[in-house]
Every structure is written in C-alpha cells, then in structure tokens.
C-alpha cells in the first residue's frame, strides 16, 4: 500500500506570497490531518478533515485555511505568509475506523519563508 | 486543554545501555496514546497505540507501557540505528491530537 504524499517537498517564497500545499492519504483513509513543526514548538495541530469536513481546529490565524476533497485528497493554504511560517508541515491520514485511529505521516513540505 | 510532558528532552546512551522514555500526559477521556519515531527531515513513523491502563506493547527492541498518567517507552539493548526523536501524542475523544515535544535519543557505538 501506497504512503501518504505530500507535494511539493520543498517551497521558498517570500513575506507576504501565498502558497498552497498537497497531500494525497494512504488509500481508504478518510481523514487526513495537518500539522506545523517548528524545533522551538514541536508538533502543533492546524486542522483535521473528515469526508470533505473540517472536524477539529487548532489554534492558528485564519491565514491558515484548508479543505478536502471526495477523493479524501486535502490541500492547505496559508496566504499572506510571514517569516515565522517557515516550518516543516507534515499530513497524516488515518482511517477512524474502529479502534483504528493512529495516523500515518508523510515526508513533509519543507516552507522557507524569506 | 490536553498536555503532554515527555522526559528527557535528550538521551545519549552506549549501545547495548538499556534506559527509558517518559511520557506523562494530562486528558480528559483518553482514547489512546500514540509513540511515533521521527528521524531528522523525516515525517513521523507509527510505533504503538495503547488505549487503556496495563496495556503494554512490544516491537524489537521497544516495549511501551501505560498507567493512568503516564506511558514509557522501555528501549532493550539499543544499537545505534535506534537513534531518532522519539514524539508521544494522546487523542481524548474524537479531537484533535496533542503531542509532546519529543525525546532525541541518540546510541553510540
């Protein structure tokens, strides 16, 4: 079975650019979820789609925005990008079936913010 | 608000220098703990689930536990390629996932 993809690996942009970010779930998960890493912060949850719905949101400006596709496919936008948005942003995809609920992470967008 | 403390922030240890990982974790309505591996410009990899107080689990050289506050990550006899950020995260529920900021563990020849 595939792993989850995340297109592209690496982005520069520069302050005030938008940029939107893919991710493609292992086959038959329906969830996919987004995340920013930062070495200072760790992991913090941005948002969390199920069947085309946003279900969980974490606590980031609305510059940071996201949706789903029927095919489960989810892609992430942060418009109006500043310095402190380069991070690692990492998509994970589970299946919420059952007990079922760890989430499987792809490689990554690597963002550079100039 | 769901918290997740993990101890040490750093582990260096020589091979074969069996230690332990702590996860100590604040929920409300705990669904499961999650031990993921994360190696340096890597996504994270999927460990362990463990869902309820005594559960216990064991993949090569890992063992993970729970209690009603804590988890461990037991590593046997580590070998150097056991060296990665080792991140534990917990779900109350059906919101969102809260992980703690990790351990770096690194095992030296």
């Known amino acids: 079975k595939a792993g989850v993809t995340q297109t592209p690996r690496y982005l520069i942009k520069t302050r005030g650019q938008q940029v939107t970010l893919s991710c493609s779930p292992i086959s038959g998960h329906r969830s996919v979820s987004w995340y920013q890493q930062t070495p200072g912060q760790g992991l913090q949850f941005l948002f969390e789609y199920f069947s085309e719905t946003q279900r969980n949101k974490g606590n980031f400006p609305g510059r940071f925005s996201g949706r789903q596709f029927s095919n489960s496919r989810s892609e992430m936008n942060v418009s109006t990008l500043e310095l402190g948005d380069s991070a690692l942003y990492l998509c994970?995809?589970?299946?919420?079936?059952?007990?079922?609920?760890?989430?499987?992470f792809g490689p990554g967008t690597r963002l550079t913010v100039l | 608000e769901d918290q997740v403390t993990q101890s040490p922030e750093a582990l260096r240890l020589q091979e074969g220098e069996s230690s332990s990982l702590n996860c100590s974790y604040t929920?409300?309505?705990?669904?499961?703990l999650f031990w993921y591996r994360q190696d340096p410009g890597k996504g994270p990899e999927f460990l362990f689930t463990?869902?309820?107080a005594g559960e216990e689990k064991e993949k090569e050289r890992l063992k993970a536990t729970l209690t009603k506050k804590e988890s461990f990550l037991h590593i046997t006899a580590p070998k150097p390629e056991d060296s990665a950020t080792y991140l534990c995260?917990?779900?109350?529920?059906?919101?969102?996932?809260?992980f703690g900021t990790g351990t770096k563990l690194q095992v030296i020849p």
């Open positions: 929920v409300s309505g705990l669904r499961g």
């Open positions: 994970a995809s589970s299946s919420k079936q059952g007990r079922d609920n760890e989430q499987f």
């Open positions: 995260a917990v779900q109350a529920g059906y919101q969102k996932v809260t």
């Open positions: 463990l869902y309820s």
